[in-house]
């Protein structure tokens, strides 16, 4: 069984257009994260929510949004897609708190935006 | 601020010798820290998670070091395999709701 999924895996589009990416979450966490790895491969937190709360939001253009329709889903939606946004876009969810609250990572959707 | 850094920033050796990866954090108030492995094209793995009251974790052929008060963790890997080969990252957490990834170490392990 898959922890964190998302999907597509792979996303060509175009300039201008809007696009969502999805992320599921089987693990019961109560913390899902989006974050941006860049052509130089350095991660980079996006957003963070927690109980539908969306907690922290990292100077990420207003173009981008998460939408969580319940504890197990955060999806991320793109609107009027720009050169500079493919890259490759991971989901992760976690236990809130201190201590043991693992990390686990989706397999990353790589956007090209042409 | 938290800064992660990790060195080197690549690294290649030959199969069989034991090798550390380093990871430094600019603020020891974290609250765990976990190392990953990304493959070429691939996901993050989760190999380790230090909480933040523990000194070292072993899994296998690796072990994770933590000394908080000096920030700073290693990642020892003994016996070196081809299959070892990948980007290896350090991520400290923060707060509930935020995880700081280092740049990454990139590993060649030559058969």
């Known amino acids: 069984d898959t922890a964190v999924s998302q999907t597509p895996k792979y996303l060509v589009t175009q300039m201008g257009n809007d696009k969502s990416i999805k992320c599921e979450q089987n693990l019961g966490h109560d913390t899902m994260y989006w974050y941006k790895q860049d052509s130089k491969k350095f991660l980079k937190i996006m957003f963070s929510y927690n109980n539908k709360e969306l907690i922290i939001n990292e100077t990420v253009p207003n173009r981008f949004s998460p939408k969580s329709p319940d504890k197990a889903h955060l999806n991320l939606h793109i609107n009027s897609l720009e050169l500079g946004d493919s890259a490759v876009y991971f989901c992760?969810?976690?236990?809130?708190?201190?201590?043991?609250?693992?990390?686990?990572f989706g397999q990353g959707t790589r956007l090209t935006v042409v | 601020k938290q800064e992660v850094t990790q060195i080197p920033a690549a690294l290649s050796v030959p199969e069989g010798e034991n090798l550390v990866l380093n990871c430094s954090f600019t603020d020891s108030a974290i609250y765990n820290l976990q190392w990953f492995r990304q493959d070429p094209g691939k996901g993050l793995t989760s190999l380790l998670l230090?909480?933040?009251?523990?000194r070292e974790q072993t899994s296998g052929r690796l072990n994770a070091s933590l000394d908080k008060s000096s920030g700073r963790s290693t990642l020892y890997i003994a016996a070196s395999q081809p299959g070892d080969s990948a980007t290896y990252l350090c991520a400290v957490k923060v707060s509930n709701d935020k995880v700081i990834f280092g740049p990454g170490t990139s590993l060649s392990v030559i058969p």
């Open positions: 992760a969810s976690s236990r809130t708190g201190r201590g043991n609250t693992e990390a686990f």
């Open positions: 230090i909480q933040s009251s523990q």
